[in-house]
C-alpha cells in the first residue's frame, strides 16, 4: 500500500508548529511523521520520496489520518507538488503574531549562533530578509489557494492554542473527522527559546535539536540526566533572561528606522482575515505596534 500524507502541517519558524505535531501525534486516528521536519516533499528529495515515506510512516497502523510536518510557509515552490501527489489533503495553519514570531526567531537565531546582526540591520534591508519575510503569512499562503480551497485550510493560532487548548484541539479534531472527544494531556510550552547567554544554553545547547529538554519525540521518549529542579533551576533562569532581551528588541521597533516594514506586516495581516474571514485582534503587537502608540 502506497502512503500519502492527507494533511499536511504548514507553519513559520516559531509559530507552533512542532507542538502541533507532537499534540496531534497523540491522537489514535492520526499517525504523523516521525520526524518534526522530514521535508517529504522538498523538490531535494524527489528521488527518495517513497523511501522518505516508507521510513517516516513506518509506524502506521491504519489510521484515518496520517500528517505531514514539514511545509513553512515561506517555501511556497512546494505547493504545487503537493498538490499533484495529495489533491484532497487539508491544511493545518499554525500562525503566531508577525512581530511576536519575528522577534522570537531572531532570539531563536542569536542562540544558535546562525545571527549576528543587530535588528536594525536586518529591517534596513526590508521584506527581502527571511526573518520578515516568514512573517507575511498571506503573501505565501497564496500559493498553496492557487490550488486548494479555502475550506481545506484551518487557521490556528500560537495565541488560541496556548489560551484554549483543548478547545483548540477539539475544532482541529472536528475539522479532520476524527474523534474529538480524545482527551490529549497539556503538558505545557514545548521547543522554548532560551537566551544565548542562557548558562543552561551554553552548557547544553539543548535548543540546537530534538534532544531539548522540553523537546520530546514522538517515537522516542527521552529524558534528562539533570535531577529535575536543577533542570527547572536553569530552564527558568534562561527564559527570564530571554524576556529581558525581547523587551530591548521590542522598545526598538517603535522607532523610524522600522515603521515602513511593519507596516507592511499589518498589510499583510488584514489581508488575511478578509481572505479566511478571521479575526485576529489578539495579535497585540502587529496591531499596536505603531509609532506613538501605546506601550505594549
Request: hydrophobic share 35%; net charge neutral; glycine share 4%.
Given at each position: 500500500?502506497?502512503?500519502?500524507?492527507?494533511?499536511?502541517?504548514?507553519?513559520?519558524?516559531?509559530?507552533?508548529?512542532?507542538?502541533?505535531?507532537?499534540?496531534?501525534s497523540?491522537?489514535?486516528?492520526?499517525?504523523?511523521?516521525?520526524?518534526?521536519?522530514?521535508?517529504?516533499?522538498?523538490?531535494l528529495?524527489?528521488?527518495?520520496?517513497?523511501?522518505?515515506?516508507?521510513?517516516?510512516?513506518?509506524?502506521?497502523?491504519?489510521?484515518?489520518?496520517?500528517?505531514?510536518?514539514?511545509?513553512?510557509?515561506?517555501?511556497?515552490?512546494?505547493?504545487?507538488?503537493?498538490?499533484?501527489?495529495c489533491?484532497?489533503?487539508?491544511?493545518?495553519?499554525?500562525?503566531?503574531?508577525?512581530?511576536?514570531?519575528?522577534?522570537?526567531?531572531?532570539?531563536?537565531?542569536?542562540?544558535?549562533?546562525?545571527?549576528?546582526?543587530?535588528?536594525?540591520?536586518?529591517?534596513?534591508?526590508?521584506?527581502?530578509?527571511?526573518?520578515?519575510?516568514?512573517?507575511?503569512?498571506?503573501?505565501?499562503?497564496?500559493?498553496f489557494?492557487?490550488?486548494?480551497?479555502?475550506?481545506?485550510?484551518?487557521?490556528?493560532?500560537?495565541?488560541?492554542?496556548?489560551?484554549?487548548?483543548?478547545?483548540?484541539?477539539?475544532?482541529?479534531?472536528?475539522?479532520?473527522?476524527?474523534?474529538?472527544?480524545?482527551?490529549?494531556?497539556?503538558?505545557?510550552?514545548?521547543?522554548?527559546?532560551?537566551?544565548?547567554?542562557?548558562?543552561?544554553?551554553?552548557?547544553?545547547?539543548?535548543?540546537?535539536g530534538?534532544?531539548?529538554?522540553?523537546?520530546?519525540?514522538?517515537?522516542?521518549?527521552?529524558?534528562?540526566l539533570?535531577?529535575?529542579?536543577?533542570?527547572?533551576?536553569?530552564?527558568?533562569?534562561?527564559?527570564?533572561?530571554?524576556?529581558?532581551?525581547?523587551?530591548?528588541?521590542?522598545?526598538?521597533?517603535?522607532?523610524?528606522?522600522?515603521?515602513?516594514?511593519?507596516?507592511?506586516?499589518?498589510?499583510?495581516?488584514?489581508?488575511?482575515?478578509?481572505?479566511?474571514?478571521?479575526?485576529?485582534?489578539?495579535?497585540?503587537?502587529?496591531?499596536?505596534?505603531?509609532?506613538?502608540?501605546?506601550?505594549?
Amino acid at each position: 500500500m502506497e502512503l500519502k500524507p492527507n494533511l499536511f502541517l504548514i507553519g513559520a519558524p516559531k509559530t507552533g508548529s512542532y507542538s502541533m505535531w507532537y499534540y496531534l501525534s497523540k491522537h489514535p486516528e492520526i499517525c504523523m511523521c516521525k520526524d518534526k521536519e522530514p521535508h517529504i516533499f522538498s523538490e531535494l528529495n524527489d528521488n527518495y520520496r517513497e523511501a522518505l515515506l516508507a521510513t517516516q510512516f513506518s509506524h502506521y497502523k491504519g489510521e484515518a489520518i496520517i500528517g505531514e510536518a514539514s511545509l513553512y510557509i515561506p517555501e511556497d515552490e512546494n505547493a504545487e507538488r503537493v498538490f499533484q501527489m495529495c489533491p484532497d489533503a487539508k491544511f493545518i495553519v499554525t500562525l503566531r503574531d508577525p512581530i511576536d514570531r519575528l522577534l522570537s526567531n531572531y532570539q531563536y537565531r542569536l542562540g544558535r549562533g546562525e545571527e549576528k546582526r543587530e535588528l536594525s540591520e536586518i529591517f534596513k534591508n526590508g521584506l527581502n530578509e527571511s526573518l520578515i519575510d516568514a512573517s507575511l503569512y498571506y503573501k505565501h499562503l497564496n500559493a498553496f489557494l492557487k490550488y486548494y480551497p479555502k475550506d481545506a485550510f484551518l487557521i490556528i493560532t500560537t495565541e488560541n492554542f496556548q489560551n484554549d487548548f483543548e478547545a483548540t484541539l477539539n475544532n482541529i479534531f472536528k475539522f479532520i473527522n476524527v474523534d474529538a472527544n480524545v482527551n490529549i494531556e497539556n503538558e505545557g510550552k514545548l521547543n522554548v527559546t532560551m537566551s544565548s547567554t542562557s548558562l543552561f544554553n551554553k552548557i547544553f545547547r539543548w535548543n540546537k535539536g530534538s534532544k531539548n529538554w522540553n523537546r520530546p519525540n514522538i517515537t522516542e521518549q527521552r529524558s534528562s540526566l539533570l535531577p529535575d529542579f536543577i533542570r527547572n533551576y536553569l530552564s527558568t533562569k534562561g527564559i527570564k533572561e530571554s524576556k529581558l532581551e525581547r523587551k530591548k528588541l521590542e522598545n526598538l521597533l517603535k522607532g523610524d528606522p522600522f515603521q515602513s516594514v511593519i507596516k507592511a506586516l499589518q498589510n499583510d495581516t488584514k489581508a488575511l482575515e478578509r481572505c479566511f474571514d478571521i479575526d485576529l485582534s489578539n495579535w497585540v503587537y502587529i496591531n499596536k505596534l505603531t509609532k506613538g502608540d501605546i506601550d505594549i
